[in-house]
C-alpha cells in the first residue's frame, strides 16, 4: 500500500530573558545545582509569581514574526502533575488563551521550492527543573536552576509530509527565533527542544493515522533522522496488519532508533484550571505596534533582498540569510568590497569550511567582517591574487592579526604577497618562459585558433612559477598579445 | 496589664507609663502559664519577641518612635516568620523554618510591633472550628468546652484570654469573622487586593485575604494601617492609595444607610440570635443611621460555589507538599510515588484530604464544566447581588454566624453540617468584598456577632461604623472570666 506521514512539530524555545518568568533569578545555563533557583522557584510554602513583562514581549515579537495572531488577553493556567522537577505540583503555562495564536511559516524545499506550514499556537509557559541520576546512590538529584526559565512552546498543523520538511521546519524556526534574538537556539544546552508527532495513513485518506510523540529531540539532523526511523518502524507495522499504539517515544541516536517511554498505566488528567495568582495578560494595539516596531529584518525578507538587490543565486541567498550573525557578517564583508558575489564565494567558501573545520561559530572566528571585507578589496584591486588571498584569511585564522583591517595589509607586506601587476616586469618575464620552451611555443602555433583559450594554460603556469605574486589577469595579457605578435 | 488594647499599650509606652520589654515579659509570662489551657500558641518566640522588644525601647529613647514601636502582638502560623516555625497547623510543615517574612510580618517587624509568636489553626487554614490542627483542638476562653471558631481559632482565642492584645488572621470562607464572633472580639477581613498574600501559605488564592482579630475597631484600624499596601510580588495585591484608617473611625455615622438582607434573618435562624442583632441594628438607628431591607438572591448558592472553587484551587496548592523539597517526608521511601503517597498520607490531615480530594475531581477531565466552570458563573451572580445592593445602601449588616460557639465534637462527624457554619460569611469572600464581625450582645452568656459588609475598598467606613458602635455600646469591653480558668 501507498502511505502517506503526517508530522507536526511542538517545539519549546527558551527565551533569552534575564531573568525567569516569574522570578527574579537569573537564567544563566551552567552555574552550579540550585544556586540559581529561589523561594519562587523551589516552590515553597507561601511564595507567589510575578510574572515577567519581558517573556510577553519577546513572545509577541516572536508571533509578530510569523504573522500570527496576537492575544490581546492571555492567561496563564496551572496543569497539575507530580514530578520532583516540578516543584510546584504543577506547572503555569496556557492552555485556552494563548498569547500567540495562528501563523505561518515558508520552509524551502531541496528542490528550490517553499512550502507554507501553519502555526497552530505558541504560548508562554515556565520550564521544569532537571532530575540527576547519576552520583545520587541509586537515588536522584533534582536541580532547580532551570525551574522557571521561560517557555515558549510552538505547536505546528500537522502538514509536513517527510522528515526532510520537518527539519527544515524546525531549522526555520530555529532561524526566526535567533534572528529575533528572543532565543539563544543552543540546542546543544536545550534552549530549542522539539517533539515530533508522526503518524501514517493509507494515501488519499483523510483521516489521521494513530500517532507517537517522539519527545525532546534536540538537533535538526535527529529531528531528520528519529522521524525517518519512526516512519520506517510504523511502516513495518502498518505493512503487517498491526496497529500503532498512542505513546510517548525516545529516539536513541547511537542505535538510530525510537523505543517507547515506559508506558503510563492511564493518561494523565492535568486538571487544568486558570492559575488564581496571576491576572489575565491584557495588551493592547498600541503594545503590538511598539512591539512590531523593534523587528528585525527575518530571514525570509533577507534572502528575498540578497537575491533580487546583490544577484545571488536562491540557494546562495537561503543559505547565507539562515543564520542572523552569518547574514550579519556577509554582508558587512560585501559592503566593504562592494561585491556581494564575491563575499558570497568567500563566506560559503573558506570561512564556511574553516568554522566547520575547527568547529566553531561565526562569531569566534578571528578572520572579522572587516578584515574579509579588507582581503576581498584587495583581491579586487588586483593586490591579491586568489592564493594570496587565501594565505592572508589562513594566517588570520592563526591569530596572526589584531581584527583591524589595517592588520591585513601589514600581513601581505609581511608575508610578501602583493602581486606584481606591472606589465613592464610581466614582459620580461614571459619572454623568458617563451625562449625557454620553443617547443611549447611551437605546439601553440599549431592550436587551431579556437582551442587557443586552452592551450594558453601551461604558459600561465610556467610564469607563475617563475615569479610568484604575479597578477594572472595581467600575465593572460601579455602571453595573448606576446603569443599572437609571434 | 495585659487587658489593653493596641491603643491604650501604645498611649502608655509613649508616656512612659512602662517600656516595650516589661510588656512583653508580662504577656511572655502570661502565655507560658494560662496558654496550656487555650492551646492558643504553636510557637513562642520568647528571644526574639524580648529582642525585639529592647530594640523598640532603644528606638523610643532615641526619640524615633511610631504608634507601633514596642506594641507586642502575634501571628498565625500561617504567615511565613523568617527563622521561625512556621506550621500551618499541619504535620506537614510540622519541621518548616520558613526562610523569608510574609509581607505582613516584615510591615509589623518595619513598624516596630513585637511578635510574641504563632498561633495556632485549622490545618493549613481548612476548618471553622480550630479542631482540624495537628497541634489540637483550640478552646475558646468563653467556654472550654466550646470551639473558639476556625481557621483562626489561635488567634481569637490569644486575643480573648489576653495573651496578646492583637493577632494577624486570614479569611477564606469567614475565617476571620467566625471566631471573631465566638470569642467576643473584633475581626477584619479587608477587600480581596489590599493586603499582600506574599509569605500566607495558600489554601484557596482566589479568596485567601489576611485581616485582624482585635478587642476593638480602632485596634483593627490600626493594624490594618500596617498591613495595607501595594505590594509587587503578589500580582492580585492592588495599587491603591491607603488612607489613614484611624483618622475617620469619630466621623459621624448620621444618614449612613445600612442593607439588612432578607436572607440573612431567615426563619431557622433562632429568636434569641435574631434579637441580639436587630438589637444592635436599632442601636445604629439610635446613631441616625438608616435601615432598608434589601435581597441578596443568590446567597443560598454561595456555600456550594464556595465547596468547589476552595478543594479546586487548594488541591493544587497545596500539590508542593510533596515531602521532596521540604516538609514532612515518610520514612524510608522505595520509589517516588511511594514517597508522595505516604508523605502525603501520613502529613495531611482528614479534612485537607477530603477538599484535596473534592477539588482534584471538580477540576478532572469531564467534570470541569458542569463544577468549576458552573461555581465561577455563580460566583458572578454572587458578586452582582453585592454590587446591586450597594446602589441602594452604604453597608450591609447582619448576623457573622447562624449560632454562638458550638461544642467541640458537635460537628466534626458531619462536614456539611461544620460547612453551615459560613453561611453568612463565606458569599464575601466570592464576591472579594470587605467584611468585619464585631460583638453585639450575648446568647447563653456567650458572645454573637454583628457581620458589617462594605464596599470594595471601603474599610474606612466599616470600621468608622464599628468604632461608632463601641463608642455606643460596651459589648467589646465584655470579657470572659479567666481567673477560673488561668490556675491551671
Same mark, same amino acid.
Given at each position: 500500500m501507498e502511505w502517506e506521514v503526517v508530522i507536526g512539530l511542538e517545539i519549546h524555545a527558551q527565551l533569552a530573558t534575564k531573568s525567569k518568568i516569574f522570578s527574579g533569578s537569573s537564567t544563566a545555563y551552567g552555574a552550579e545545582a540550585n544556586t540559581q533557583a529561589n523561594a519562587i522557584d523551589l516552590g515553597l510554602p507561601g511564595v507567589l509569581p510575578a510574572f515577567n513583562e519581558e517573556a510577553l514581549r519577546m513572545a509577541v515579537k516572536f508571533g509578530l514574526a510569523i504573522d500570527a495572531e496576537i492575544g490581546l488577553k492571555s492567561v496563564f493556567d496551572r496543569k497539575n502533575y507530580f514530578y520532583p522537577d516540578s516543584p510546584k505540583g504543577y506547572q503555569t503555562t496556557q492552555l485556552h488563551h494563548p498569547i500567540v495564536g495562528i501563523g505561518h511559516i515558508d520552509i524551502e524545499l531541496e528542490d528550490g521550492s517553499s512550502k507554507r506550514i501553519n502555526v497552530t499556537r505558541a504560548h508562554l509557559e515556565e520550564d521544569a527543573g532537571k532530575s540527576v541520576h547519576e552520583g545520587f546512590n541509586g537515588m536522584s538529584g533534582i536541580d532547580l536552576n532551570r525551574a522557571g526559565t521561560p517557555l515558549i512552546e510552538i505547536v505546528s498543523e500537522p502538514e509536513m509530509r517527510n522528515a526532510k520538511e520537518a527539519a527544515a521546519y524546525f531549522r526555520k524556526m530555529h532561524s526566526i527565533v535567533t534572528y529575533l534574538g528572543i532565543c539563544d537556539g543552543d540546542l546543544s544546552q536545550g534552549s530549542m527542544r522539539c517533539d515530533c508527532n508522526v503518524s501514517l495513513r493509507p494515501k488519499g485518506q483523510e483521516e489521521f493515522g494513530t500517532r507517537t510523540e517522539i519527545k525532546n529531540v534536540n538537533s535538526f539532523r535527529n529531528v531528520e533522522r528519529a522521524i525517518d526511523s519512526e516512519i520506517a518502524r510504523q511502516m513495518d507495522i502498518l505493512e503487517d496488519g498491526g496497529k500503532i499504539i498512542q505513546e510517548t517515544r525516545l529516539y536513541d541516536a547511537d542505535k538510530n532508533e525510537t523505543r517507547a517511554m515506559r508506558s503510563k498505566e492511564v493518561a494523565n488528567d492535568y486538571r487544568y484550571f486558570p492559575c488564581p495568582d496571576l491576572l489575565p495578560v491584557i495588551i493592547d494595539d498600541n503594545y503590538v505596534e511598539a512591539v512590531r516596531a523593534t523587528l528585525p529584518e527575518l530571514p525570509d525578507a533577507k534572502r528575498a533582498r540578497f537575491a533580487h538587490s546583490h544577484g545571488l543565486s536562491p540557494i546562495d541567498a537561503a543559505v547565507l540569510a539562515a543564520n542572523r550573525e552569518l547574514a550579519h557578517y556577509f554582508e558587512t564583508a560585501a559592503k566593504i568590497a562592494n561585491d556581494y558575489k564575491l563575499a558570497a564565494n568567500w563566506v560559503q567558501g573558506d570561512v564556511s569550511a574553516t568554522l566547520n573545520r575547527l568547529e566553531i561559530s561565526i562569531s569566534e572566528l578571528a578572520v572579522s567582517a572587516e578584515q574579509l571585507g579588507r582581503i576581498l578589496q584587495l583581491i579586487k584591486d588586483s593586490t591579491l591574487n586568489n592564493g594570496g588571498a587565501k594565505e592572508v584569511f589562513n594566517a588570520l585564522v592563526e591569530?596572526?592579526?589584531?581584527?583591524?583591517?589595517e592588520s591585513v595589509d601589514k600581513l601581505v607586506d609581511s608575508l610578501g604577497l602583493k602581486q606584481v601587476s606591472d606589465s613592464g616586469a610581466i614582459e620580461a618575464i614571459v619572454a623568458e618562459v617563451l625562449a625557454a620552451n620553443p617547443k611549447l611555443v611551437e605546439g601553440y602555433l599549431a592550436t587551431p585558433e579556437d582551442k587557443r583559450a586552452k592551450a594558453i594554460g601551461p604558459f600561465i603556469g610556467l610564469v607563475r612559477k617563475a615569479a610568484k605574486g604575479v597578477n594572472p589577469q595581467v600575465v593572460m595579457d601579455v602571453l595573448q598579445k606576446k603569443l599572437s605578435e609571434l | 496589664m495585659h487587658n489593653k488594647t493596641i491603643a491604650d499599650i501604645s498611649r502608655d509606652l509613649a508616656a512612659g507609663e512602662y517600656s516595650s520589654v516589661e510588656i512583653t515579659e508580662n504577656l511572655l509570662n502570661r502565655i507560658k502559664n494560662t496558654d496550656a489551657h487555650y492551646n492558643s500558641f504553636i510557637t513562642v518566640s520568647e528571644e526574639q519577641a524580648l529582642a525585639q522588644a529592647k530594640a523598640a525601647d532603644a528606638r523610643r529613647a532615641a526619640g524615633n518612635a511610631d504608634a507601633w514601636t514596642g506594641v507586642p502582638m502575634a501571628h498565625k502560623d500561617i504567615f511565613c516568620t523568617n527563622g521561625v516555625l512556621t506550621t500551618c497547623g499541619s504535620k506537614m510543615l510540622s519541621n518548616f523554618i520558613a526562610p523569608y517574612d510574609a509581607t505582613i510580618v516584615e510591615n509589623f517587624n518595619n513598624a516596630g510591633a513585637v511578635s510574641l509568636g504563632k498561633l495556632n489553626m485549622d490545618e493549613f487554614a481548612m476548618g471553622s472550628s480550630n479542631e482540624s490542627s495537628f497541634y489540637g483542638a483550640v478552646k475558646n476562653p468563653w467556654d472550654g468546652e466550646r470551639v473558639p471558631g476556625g481557621s483562626s481559632g489561635g488567634s481569637a482565642a490569644a486575643v480573648a484570654a489576653q495573651l496578646v492584645p492583637g493577632a494577624t488572621a486570614s479569611d477564606t470562607g469567614g475565617s476571620i469573622r467566625q471566631p471573631a464572633a465566638f470569642c467576643g472580639l473584633t475581626g477584619l477581613k479587608p477587600t480581596y487586593g489590599r493586603v499582600s498574600r506574599w509569605g500566607m501559605i495558600a489554601y484557596a488564592s482566589s479568596l485567601d485575604q489576611a485581616g485582624t482579630i482585635t478587642r476593638t475597631a480602632e485596634d483593627s484600624a490600626m493594624m490594618l494601617n500596617v498591613m495595607a499596601g501595594f505590594d509587587a510580588k503578589d500580582s492580585t495585591c492592588v495599587d491603591r492609595e491607603v488612607p489613614d484608617y484611624t483618622a475617620t473611625l469619630n466621623n459621624s455615622i448620621a444618614g449612613l444607610t445600612i442593607g439588612l438582607p432578607k436572607?440573612?434573618?431567615?426563619?431557622?435562624?433562632s429568636a434569641d440570635m435574631q434579637q441580639q442583632v436587630r438589637n444592635a441594628i436599632a442601636e445604629y438607628e439610635k446613631m441616625g443611621a438608616k435601615v432598608k431591607e434589601i435581597s441578596l438572591p443568590n446567597t443560598h448558592l454561595a456555600i456550594p460555589a464556595y465547596y468547589i472553587i476552595a478543594p479546586a484551587e487548594c488541591s493544587a496548592n497545596l500539590? +508542593?507538599?510533596?515531602?521532596? +523539597?521540604?516538609g514532612y517526608r515518610c520514612e524510608n521511601p522505595q520509589d517516588i510515588n511511594d514517597l508522595y503517597k505516604r508523605s502525603r498520607g501520613e502529613g495531611f490531615g482528614i479534612e485537607v484530604k477530603r477538599r484535596i480530594m473534592v477539588g482534584a475531581y471538580a477540576l478532572s477531565a469531564g467534570f470541569y464544566d458542569a463544577y468549576y466552570k458552573k461555581a465561577q458563573q455563580v460566583r458572578r451572580l454572587i458578586r452582582n447581588d453585592f454590587v446591586n445592593a450597594f446602589n441602594e445602601v452604604d453597608i450591609i449588616m447582619g448576623p457573622t454566624t447562624p449560632t454562638p460557639a458550638f461544642k467541640r465534637g458537635e460537628k466534626t462527624a458531619d462536614p456539611v453540617d461544620m460547612y453551615l457554619e459560613d453561611i453568612f460569611t463565606i458569599a464575601l469572600n466570592l464576591a472579594g468584598l470587605p467584611g468585619m464581625s464585631i460583638s453585639c450582645g450575648q446568647v447563653n452568656n456567650l458572645p454573637v456577632g454583628l457581620q458589617l459588609i462594605g464596599n470594595y475598598f471601603d474599610e474606612g467606613r466599616l470600621l468608622n461604623a464599628a468604632h461608632q458602635f463601641q463608642q455606643h455600646t460596651d459589648w467589646h469591653l465584655k470579657t470572659p472570666d479567666l481567673k477560673n480558668q488561668a490556675d491551671i
Open positions: 591569530g596572526k592579526g589584531d581584527g583591524s583591517a | 436572607e440573612y434573618f431567615r426563619s431557622d435562624l500539590s +508542593r507538599m510533596d515531602g521532596v +523539597r521540604f
